[in-house]
């Protein structure tokens, strides 16, 4: 499994990433996870804004902070 | 956000010039609609979390509204250009009045407030400017713009 943080870096794309890192661990997931802060590189993804989550190459996640438990759950489904 | 159906048609031009405008005069701005019918994750998802919504079709065939129905994305802020007493033709290019109409029923829906600057807006939610390093180098827009 492949995840992907976009944002350019600030304090919204930083708690992102942590609760990405750490919704993967306590998941037990081996996904590796990408931060991804090149402008012309997160655009790639057609995203409205930052920060945002591409697990596997689908966009789950624009403009917000999503919770640890919402992002097990998407990792849950990928399985 | 703002979606507009931009048609073949005057009211589908119409539609597409308003959002046009309205972008460049600091109410929102434009997305790609043709990205969430053609099922994009990147659009599709944003168009879901995206706090406001102005979405403009040109007739009541809905092309706008169905390609978000498809996708799942809540419909907000929906204004359809014929419903504003303006009629449908094939003329490419719509009249001053109607996009200037077009426009004012945008900004009535409540949904559009005027942005200060790049980057200061609720509708992009970039952080790109936040950090002192990106200060520093100038605020970049998502596609790489630098100001």
Redesign the interface.
């Known amino acids: 499994m492949d995840i992907k943080v976009l944002g350019p870096g600030c304090a919204k794309c930083v708690q992102t990433e942590q609760n990405v890192k750490e919704a993967v661990a306590e998941s037990g997931s081996d996904a590796k996870v990408e931060k991804v802060t090149k402008v012309m590189d997160i655009a790639k993804y057609g995203v409205f804004g930052t920060p945002a989550i591409v697990i596997d190459g689908e966009v789950k996640s624009v403009g917000k902070i999503p919770t640890k438990d919402e992002i097990k759950q998407w990792i849950a489904v990928k399985k | 956000?703002l979606l507009a159906c931009s048609g073949g048609s005057n009211v589908g031009q119409a539609a597409n010039r308003a959002v046009v405008e309205l972008t460049q005069e600091g109410y929102g701005?434009m997305?790609?609609l043709a990205?969430i019918g053609g099922g994009?994750?990147?659009?599709?998802?944003?168009?879901?979390?995206?706090d406001r919504m102005v979405v403009i079709d040109g007739c009541p065939v809905g092309c706008a509204r169905a390609a978000l129905e498809r996708a799942d994305v809540p419909l907000r802020g929906y204004l359809v250009v014929t419903e504003l007493g303006i009629a449908k033709s094939s003329d490419l290019e719509p009249g001053r009045p109607e996009v200037e109409r077009v426009k004012a029923a945008a900004l009535d829906t409540g949904s559009l407030s005027q942005m200060r600057g790049k980057g200061d807006s609720t509708?992009?939610?970039?952080?790109?400017g936040?950090?002192p390093?990106?200060t520093s180098a100038g605020t970049?827009?998502?596609?790489?713009a630098t100001s």
């Open positions: 956000m701005k997305y790609c990205g994009l994750s990147g659009f599709i998802q944003s168009a879901r979390d995206v509708e992009t939610w970039c952080c790109s936040d950090t390093e990106a970049q827009d998502e596609w790489g």
